[in-house]
């Protein structure tokens, strides 16, 4: 059987939730992945359609797993140990974190490589390298969870463009450029609705003046996990200098909203 890698990384979260998975997690994985592969191939040379899983079905395999999927990346254990975290620095800046906490980080730095190349705005390239990065904290809600993190330091849009990214993904807006994603079929079903809160957030954007930017995060979202893409950080270090206020005494040490966020991603090992 032929392995579409970008598309059995996706599945799992990205390359980012790969990378910390276990040896067995990654094996247990990719036969499950083969064998839906083999079904849907089935279905296909019959003349059938993709059968996409209903939310029942979904919630059936909580108690199959080693992991709960809406935890952070940081914390995730999975069959075998979780590693030693290398040090943060003394006073820690962003750059600090992409390389000790948010590694490889390869998605949102192809969103952004993608937000760069595409002559979007500093604001939104800068929305597109954080986007997804609160994920090593928390997944659930991690467009919330990501804009508290780094709203104290950057631009009120990238701030707006972030939180509400995470409601947008579940609407299409093809004048936009975005289609609902197969990929969403399969992690939350086929027959899944958004949650009130979701789709109240939704009827709000639809008629705020900043929709676009959160809009224009997705896309840059949607087409962002290629195995194969050579990224950095480094063409976005300017952007980051003019639009990110890095304090003084580093990340989780300003006593800003959310530098215990950041001191718990520092330290995720502390006892208490």
Same mark, same amino acid.
């Given at each position: 059987?032929?392995?579409?890698?970008?598309?059995?990384?996706?599945?799992?979260?990205?390359? $980012?939730?790969?990378?910390? @998975? =276990?040896? +067995?997690?990654?094996?247990?994985? /990719?036969? #499950?992945?083969?064998?839906?592969? *083999?079904?849907?191939?089935?279905?296909?040379?019959?003349?059938?359609?993709?059968?996409?899983?209903?939310?029942?079905?979904?919630?059936?395999?909580?108690?199959?797993?080693?992991?709960?999927?809406?935890?952070?990346?940081?914390?995730?254990?999975?069959?075998?140990?979780?590693?030693?975290?290398?040090?943060?620095?003394?006073?820690?800046?962003?750059?600090?974190?992409?390389?000790?906490?948010?590694?490889?980080?390869?998605?949102?730095?192809?969103?952004?490589?993608? $937000?760069?190349?595409?002559? @979007? =705005?500093? +604001?939104?390239?800068?929305?597109? /390298?954080? #986007?997804?990065?609160?994920?090593? *904290?928390?997944?659930?809600?991690?467009?919330?969870?990501?804009?508290?993190?780094?709203?104290?330091?950057?631009?009120?849009?990238?701030?707006?463009?972030?939180?509400?990214?995470?409601?947008?993904?579940?609407?299409?807006?093809?004048?936009?450029?975005?289609?609902?994603?197969?990929?969403?079929?399969?992690?939350?079903?086929?027959?899944?609705?958004?949650?009130?809160?979701?789709?109240?957030?939704?009827?709000?954007?639809?008629?705020?003046?900043?929709?676009?930017?959160?809009?224009?995060?997705?896309?840059?979202?949607?087409?962002?996990?290629?195995?194969?893409?050579?990224?950095?950080?480094?063409?976005?270090?300017?952007?980051?200098?003019?639009?990110?206020?890095?304090?003084?005494?580093?990340?989780?040490?300003?006593?800003?909203?959310?530098?215990?966020?950041?001191?718990?991603?520092?330290?995720?090992?502390?006892?208490?």
């Amino acid at each position: 059987m032929d392995i579409d890698r970008r598309a059995f990384i996706a599945s799992l979260g990205g390359t $980012a939730a790969v990378g910390l @998975m =276990s040896s +067995e997690a990654k094996a247990d994985a /990719l036969e #499950h992945w083969m064998e839906d592969q *083999l079904d849907e191939q089935a279905a296909a040379a019959q003349g059938g359609q993709e059968k996409f899983p209903t939310v029942a079905e979904l919630e059936a395999q909580i108690e199959t797993r080693s992991y709960r999927r809406g935890t952070g990346n940081v914390f995730i254990n999975t069959r075998g140990n979780v590693k030693k975290l290398a040090p943060m620095p003394k006073n820690p800046t962003l750059q600090d974190f992409f390389r000790l906490r948010f590694a490889p980080a390869n998605h949102v730095l192809q969103s952004a490589t993608r $937000a760069l190349k595409t002559g @979007m =705005s500093e +604001e939104i390239i800068l929305a597109c /390298l954080l #986007h997804d990065c609160a994920q090593a *904290l928390m997944k659930a809600d991690h467009g919330w969870w990501g804009a508290q993190l780094f709203e104290p330091y950057i631009p009120e849009k990238s701030a707006f463009g972030i939180r509400y990214h995470q409601t947008l993904r579940f609407y299409a807006d093809a004048d936009a450029g975005y289609e609902y994603p197969d990929l969403y079929y399969r992690i939350f079903g086929q027959d899944y609705t958004p949650p009130p809160h979701i789709e109240a957030t939704y009827k709000m954007l639809r008629n705020h003046k900043w929709y676009m930017e959160p809009r224009l995060v997705t896309v840059n979202d949607l087409y962002a996990f290629d195995p194969n893409a050579k990224v950095s950080i480094d063409p976005f270090e300017d952007i980051i200098g003019r639009h990110f206020k890095t304090p003084k005494e580093g990340l989780g040490n300003d006593n800003s909203p959310s530098a215990h966020m950041w001191r718990t991603l520092a330290n995720p090992d502390a006892p208490l």
